[in-house]
């Protein structure tokens, strides 16, 4: 019989990576919605714009930019953007884009490679970070300047096996985006290689300021990995990155990003 902990990670992963409706309350909010035939991916991607009524009105200048995984209308663009849009509007954050990236196969897209039998077991094709990243850092970054007024300060915003991607390409390529948020990540994948490996990334930290951001529940497999990853984090001493870890014992992983998402927004983009 498998270990309970392993059984209880799968679940929630299978949950977390199923496409689900807007929960009541969530409105959804005005914004803009095209496509890219994405030649990195071999597919065609729908991506959801949100921003402030100011910039459409043409009274605000560029916008720095949010990106967003699990980014499609039917899953957590409407919360973020209607979060975005009231602490924007209560003066708690300065004026943000929202790029919310709508999944296709999202295991695919959100995991690296892994040597675990039982990873491979959530999904028909896993291991296919590489690949979304080059999308988003090749194809989506110029879309998104060419049609909007943009600054060149980004971040990306994730949770769970997104939190497992926006960690990932925080460790791996650094210099894609200035801050980085994370909810829940899934750094069990691949028996915690990310974390275990991490220190080494580190010490190719290059120059650059960064911010990373990243809270975990009271759920076991998580906590079992971010934790180590603080600890990581406090004795590299990195001193252009800039991060904080929240660590939520009482929240489920169910309710992590909406406990915590002001919290993790505010200190971004205050």
Same mark, same amino acid.
């Given at each position: ?87 924007v509007a209560a003066q708690k954050i300065r004026p943000v884009m929202l ?15 892994? =040597? ?6 959530? #999904? %028909?094709?896993?291991?296919? $970070?590489?690949? *979304? +990243? ?42 894609m985006f200035d801050f980085y948020i994370a909810f829940d990540p899934s ?52 001193? =252009? ?6 660590? #939520? %014992?009482?929240?489920?992983? $169910?309710?992590? *990003? +909406? ?12």
């Open positions: 019989m498998r270990p309970l902990p392993y059984f209880t990670l799968l679940t929630l992963v299978l949950l977390a990576s199923c496409k689900h409706a807007p929960p009541v309350g969530d409105p959804v909010p005005r914004h803009d919605t095209f496509t890219i035939a994405s030649a990195q991916v071999g597919e065609t991607r729908t991506i959801n714009v949100w921003m402030p009524e100011a910039y459409r009105s043409g009274t605000a200048g560029a916008l720095p930019v949010l990106y967003m995984l699990d980014g499609g209308i039917q899953e957590d663009f409407p919360h973020i953007a209607n979060t975005l849009a009231d602490l790029v919310g990236i709508e999944n296709t196969q999202r295991r695919r897209d959100l995991t690296g490679p892994t =040597n675990v039998a039982k990873d491979k077991e959530i #999904a %028909p094709v896993v291991g296919g $970070s590489a690949q *979304f +990243r080059s999308f988003v850092q090749n194809e989506l970054f110029a879309e998104v300047n060419k049609r909007y007024r943009t600054t060149s300060e980004k971040g990306i915003i994730g949770e769970s096996l997104a939190g497992l991607f926006v960690t990932e390409t925080l460790l791996l390529t650094p210099d750094l069990w994948w691949n028996d915690q290689h990310l974390v275990k490996t991490a220190r080494e990334h580190l010490m190719k930290f290059p120059s650059a300021p960064k911010k990373f951001w990243f809270a975990s529940s009271g759920a076991e497999d998580i906590y079992k990995a971010t934790g180590p990853l603080s600890e990581t984090l406090k004795t590299a001493h990195i001193s =252009n990155l800039t991060w904080e870890y929240v660590a #939520a %014992p009482n929240e489920q992983h $169910s309710t992590i *990003f +909406r406990a915590t998402k002001e919290r993790a927004l505010i200190w971004a983009l205050h």
